[in-house]
């Protein structure tokens, strides 16, 4: 399983604690590969991007106006976190029922 975010965010954190066995990315430092950020995009669609983010705060209008695809690359902090990656089934965010399907407390 891995679980991509990053280092400084509480929920990430706080998903990890819960997930010991996973393999942490941090988004700001390794990336996200293209072929996962493509796949969950494909599953969650905008919803995928983080529009509250400092990072999203800090875009020009003209950036916020590109294909958010395309901006999720460009900015992988964009993207809502964590993005957990549990043998190609894809969960994002540390809601109730992420942890469920996870079966984590």
């Known amino acids: ?3 991509y975010g990053l280092k400084t ?7 990890l604690k819960s997930l010991p066995d996973a393999q942490f ?9 293209e072929p996962v ?3 969950a995009f494909a599953q969650f669609g905008e919803a995928l991007l ?6 999203w705060r800090g875009l020009h209008e003209k950036e916020r106006a ?4 395309e ?10 976190r964590p993005l957990i990656d549990k043998e190609g089934t894809f969960l ?3 809601t109730p029922e992420t942890r469920s399907k996870l079966g984590v407390a």
């Open 1 to 3: 399983m891995r679980l």
């Open 50 to 55: 983080n529009t509250r983010s400092t990072t």
């Open 92 to 94: 994002l965010g540390w």
């Open 71 to 80: 901006l999720l690359k460009e900015h992988p902090t964009l993207m809502k």
């Open 9 to 15: 965010c509480d929920t990430c954190r706080k998903a």
């Open 25 to 33: 990315v941090d988004v700001r430092n390794d990336g996200v590969p």
């Open 66 to 69: 590109c294909p958010p695809l």
């Open 37 to 39: 950020l493509s796949q």
